[in-house]
């Protein structure tokens, strides 16, 4: 980190050309006019007009989401479009969908700082966010799927009765043991980070309420060497196990689907076909909240054009891994020569969905490759648009893999077509408004960039702080300084 | 001066950069003090070295993740081979194969619980009030300054003295902060 503030090395970066040539953080910032400018977001007394009818915006959401709960807990999973042959549709699209969302707020903030990339630093804290609250909508899903949720203890090792206990060779139970340690890790993680930070706003604060507030939730964080010392610790240690930890867990998902036997599910590809997907789909949603965020709360001096770029890397070559997966599926289903995984790809590329695999394509494989040319990654208007595709693509894919295997699997007789009601369709935009209007509480509430962090990357000094000026050896004890 | 000393926390410094703290921690530890600490507003290594601190957090962490691949390993073995057997598939009753999954995951959630709860126990967190809250100048800690206290707990603690060595190291400010 500190090598990277000597001439020399910038120099040797500057030579480097586009892979270091945009600073991580816009020149002349110091500790306190980084501090002053993150923290004014939240400690700013007047709310903005434009993110409270935002916020109201994504509160319809909500609603609907609250309506399509209580109308499914009222009657049963019937108001769905799932049957006896679907039985899994938009609630596991939807669950797949959103945990794999999640998984680019942990690479980032995981991954990342283990690999030292300094780019991590502006956009760590958004990302964590978006991971909590993607896998908060994530689990609504499984939760529902069941039916009768206030039942859902019994997926806990608990016996029933009948001194049964729940049935530990089955992939489902380890998706519930990867996502609930997903969640409490991720969540774990975001606060953790968030200490430091919470002091500073206490510190920061002038309302009374705001200090007390943050000076709850600030623990008393007070910045002591031994303290840091620790915190390193476990801030590294965390990073350690978040980064298994987040491949484990699109494993496991896919695992659910890999470890049956259903024609265009029972695959080997799967587990790092999912993981790459995943990441691919969280990058192209981290991308959507920040290029807004950025213009918006001004922030271009800290998220650059150079996350931008990197980011849009990201989602380039996890793009082509998932593309490979695409291409080993239909690969497979050939060589393998077995009539129902030729019927499954047959039927995905021509059959009555036809018009959503090749969409998928051209989403996740086609329109991406743009991402080839600078031009399209600094353009923040394009990388825009690109990530939106993408993460239409990303859904459509689930769609394919769930719906499709499971509409024609082996005997014509289980045959059955699905589609979606409208309760499918409210209670997942009211997931997606749920998703919003978390973020924007958050985007209020607490500093959007890691403001410890980004101190770390200007030189840790005060330029305003002068010799002689301040010093007087005082022994009021209400302290000299103002 | 020996009445003030119950009432007296310790006296602190503030500097303008990183570098002017490890220097000033150096010189403060050299003149013999123990009970020193240093407050900034990033994570500095340097000042931790200079300050002599080491942590047992990650051995803690060990144990905490060894102690979640046996309950995990444990639970699962001890249900699926003696509390309840049940044939699945004709698989044998202990098919630890399949018991990796949750194992690796109740490891991960046990370090993880570990650490977090380590480390904000060993920093004797949370801990609403601190006598060092008490001084106006300490609130730049989380913002742009350094500061470094002398703890009037250490034994060779003297007030003029401890003043004297930290108006040494050409501070920007030296107050006393009470308890």
Redesign the interface.
Known sequence: MQAAKDPAVQEHHALAGDRQDLPVIAPGHTLSSITDKITSIVLRRDTPLAWAASLAFASTGLFFLAISIAWLLAKGTGVWGINNEVGWGFAIINFVWWIGIGHAGTLISAILLLLNQQWRTSINRAAEAMTLFAVACAGMFPLLHVGRPWLAFWLFPIPNTMGVWPQFRSPLLWDVFAVSTYATVSALFWFTGLIPDLATLRDQAKHIWAKRAFGMLALGWRGAAKHWERYEVAYLILAGLSTPLVVSVHTVVSFDFAVSIVPGWHATILPPYFVAGAIYSGFAMVLTLMIPLRSVYGLKDFITDRHLNNMAKVMLATGLIVAYGYVMEAFYAWYSGAPYELAMINNRMFGDAWKSYWALILFNVLIPQLLWFRKVRLNPVTLFMISIVVNIGMWLERYVIVVTSLERDFMPSAWADYYPTKWDVMLYVGTVGFFFFAFFLFIRFLPVIAVFEMRTLVPARDPSAKKGVGATTSSNKEGAHP | MHHETPTLYGVLA??????ELVEACKRVKAAGYEKV?????????E??HA?G???K??SL?FCGGMTGALTGFG??TW??VI??P?N?GG?PFF?WP??I??T???T??F???T??I???A??G??????P???????????????FLCIEAADPRFDLAEA?KVL?ST???????V?H
């Open positions: 503030e500097f303008g950069s990183a570098d600490e240093a407050y900034s507003p990033l994570p500095l290594p000042v931790g300050l601190h080491t942590t957090l990650s962490i639970m699962q249900i699926s509390d309840y049940l699945v698989r098919s399949s018991f999954v949750i690796f995951e109740m991960v959630l370090s993880a619980l650490a977090v380590g480390m904000i060993l920093n967190l949370p801990q609403p009030y601190h060092l809250f008490n001084s106006a100048a300490f609130e730049r800690a989380s913002r742009n300054r350094f003043k108006a050409q501070p920007l400010l030296v107050e006393e009470p």
